[in-house]
């Protein structure tokens, strides 16, 4: 059951017909759940095992999603964090958005480096912050490519696009350069800076949107370059958004968790399962 639910994802409903069909077995929404949840209580030692684990990891990617808790839950969100040089992953189902649960997530652990979106609850919350070149990069594309846009504005958008991309690749570049090697290249990582501080100077033909992305790069720009100054650490926050997408697929066909204690299980079941998984 375990394996149905959290491994393929299937719903009740779901698990109640596979189980007929292919063992002849009849089961209950309530004899799924209680299933579920004394497999959790057995794994809950092993969570705890992956929990202290990932706090003492050099590197995590975090990132977050909507999961409704539809009968007293303490939020409608569910968070990731995972190891960046393991396999280790952390689910917490049914929280809030807020700072705080991000803060209780990375734990007393301040000079771990997070990698993450540009979220502004991870904003004041590491020492040491990586922030995805992945997510500009997708921001910027789709404007390059959007039809509401005037065609002389679209090229604008996707000469931006361009340089943008064309530095993403050098800094993929340079920072496995700097894995391979450790060596720390400073003329490097200032002409690669200076690229990156060009394309977010403002310019007439920018539409709003564009103006919204560039002025939160040059607000952060520190936090694109991290990876150049510390070995292995990715640059961008795709391993945690691929773990969620396992959990988005879940929650189209069972929309959420019915009670927080529902929620609670899962947390322990997907953390462990998907760590063993990976």
Same mark, same amino acid.
């Given at each position: ?22 063992? &002849? ?50 939020? &409608? ?46 904003? @004041? ?111 961008? &926050? &795709? ?19 019915? @009670? ?19």
């Amino acid at each position: 059951i375990v394996y149905l639910s959290v491994l393929r994802g299937m719903s009740y409903r779901e698990i109640q017909d596979h189980c007929k069909l292919t063992y &002849n077995l009849s089961l209950s929404t309530g004899e799924i759940a209680n299933s579920l949840a004394s497999e959790a209580d057995l794994l809950r030692p092993v969570y705890q095992t992956i929990f202290d684990q990932l706090q003492t990891e050099h590197a995590c990617h975090y990132d977050e999603s909507s999961w409704d808790v539809h009968q007293g839950g303490e939020g &409608n969100y569910i968070w990731v964090k995972t190891g960046a040089m393991s396999n280790n992953v952390l689910f917490w189902f049914g929280k809030s958005r807020g700072k705080g649960v991000a803060e209780k997530l990375r734990g007393s652990e301040s000079e771990q480096v997070g990698i993450t979106d540009d979220y502004g609850s991870y904003r @004041t919350l590491f020492t040491n912050h990586q922030l995805c070149w992945a997510h500009p990069h997708r921001k910027l594309r789709d404007l390059a490519q959007s039809a509401l846009l005037d065609e002389s504005i679209r090229k604008h958008c996707a000469t931006v696009y361009d340089h943008f991309k064309t530095l993403y690749h050098d800094v993929q570049d340079a920072q496995t350069a700097l894995t391979t090697t450790k060596h720390y290249n400073h003329e490097q990582h200032a002409v690669l800076m200076e690229r990156f501080e060009k394309i977010t100077i403002p310019h007439p033909d920018d539409p709003e949107k564009l103006q919204a992305i560039k002025a939160s790069l040059a607000a952060r720009k520190a936090c694109y370059f991290l990876c150049l100054t510390i070995p292995n650490i990715p640059l961008d &926050n &795709n391993k945690a958004e691929r773990t969620l997408r396992k959990v988005v697929l879940k929650r189209k066909k069972s929309f959420g968790s019915q @009670t927080q204690k529902g929620a609670d299980v899962l947390t322990i079941l997907y953390s462990v399962v998907f760590s063993l998984y990976w």
